[in-house]
């Protein structure tokens, strides 16, 4: 056998995307499964059992040695690689021993780590942070998760949990959260909570609007679907806004599928951030720059974790 291979799983609410990955970067597999969240513990671990299996007939077939597995999963994940806490997004999956079940399962070593960290992480390898050795890193998805890559590495704090910058409070009092408070940033600018703007605003025409059709509904000029859209990129600035009065970052990179929007979008949440964030803060620019890799910043992010934890030598 020639050379090694990474096994790269992304966990998320909604899906799994995982991958065969070299070294380099190349992509020799890659699979997109639904999580079925509903199933429990018991049901995703079925599901990444199967995805091992796959995986090693496929390393096999293209003539590559599996140097492990790393994984990003939704959650808070300790320093041993035990989910500590997760929310109703993945129930059941509290208390899972990650690591230590996967190196079971598969008899090669892991790495475990939150999702959207190993998505910066992805993002700095081969995505829109590659410029930047420090910049933070915000998902928009089915919750909003954050990483702080400080030269190179994500930054985990006391007990491995930094980055929640979803359940910063924003609105006292406000919408109820999956993690039992209310007013979390989360229910103001995740995919979820765009999704309920839409169902409480949008009136007969829009109330069953997905958010690809909301967006397309605002370029095309209809008023009430632009007026959503600026809603929403006011409550992104907002926590974007806090967020630099906290780190002072360099750089931000927000993922997520509303990054398909590119600058019809960011050029709102840009100019709400300005409008937010004392000068002294951005005197100096700060760029808001959308996520590279789309959905597959994960599975790569999580290769490269595995990829460091042994060693391995990247191009």
Request: hydrophobic share 40%; glycine share 14%.
């Amino acid at each position: 056998m020639s050379s090694y291979a990474a096994i790269g799983i992304d966990i998320g609410g909604t899906h799994i995307k995982s991958g065969l990955i070299l070294p380099d970067g190349k992509v020799l597999a890659s699979h997109k499964t639904e999580t079925e969240a509903s199933a429990g513990k018991a049901g995703l671990m079925a599901k990444l059992a199967g995805l091992l299996q796959t995986y090693s007939e496929e390393a096999a077939a293209a003539g590559v040695k599996l140097a492990g597995t790393g994984i990003g999963s939704a959650g808070y994940i300790n320093r041993e690689g035990t989910v500590a806490f997760a929310t109703d997004n993945l129930p059941g999956w509290s208390g899972t021993t990650l690591r230590a079940d996967i190196e079971k399962l598969s008899g090669l070593p892991a790495a475990v780590d939150n999702d959207v960290n190993v998505i910066a992480l992805g993002e700095q390898w081969l995505g829109a942070g590659s410029g930047w050795d420090t910049f933070l890193c915000v998902a928009l998805g089915t919750g909003v998760g954050g990483c702080y890559i400080r030269e190179g590495s994500p930054l985990h704090g006391r007990d491995g949990f930094a980055g929640a910058y979803g359940h910063m409070v924003v609105a006292f009092g406000g919408e109820p959260c999956t993690c039992g408070h209310r007013g979390c940033w989360e229910q103001y600018a995740s995919v979820t909570a765009l999704k309920r703007l839409i169902r409480e605003r949008g009136g007969q025409t829009l109330e069953e609007a997905s958010p690809p059709e909301l967006f397309a509904r605002a370029r095309a000029g209809d008023e009430t679907a632009m007026g959503i859209v600026r809603l929403y990129a006011e409550y992104v600035a907002t926590g974007l806004s806090g967020l630099i009065h906290a780190f002072n970052p360099p750089a931000i990179v927000v993922g997520g599928a509303v990054t398909e929007q590119g600058d019809f979008l960011f050029d709102l949440i840009r100019r709400h951030v300005l409008d937010m964030t004392m000068p002294a803060y951005t005197a100096a620019p700060v760029p808001i720059v959308p996520a590279e890799l789309g959905g597959t910043a994960g599975m790569f992010g999580a290769a490269k974790l595995l990829f460091d934890r042994l060693k391995v030598e990247q191009p």
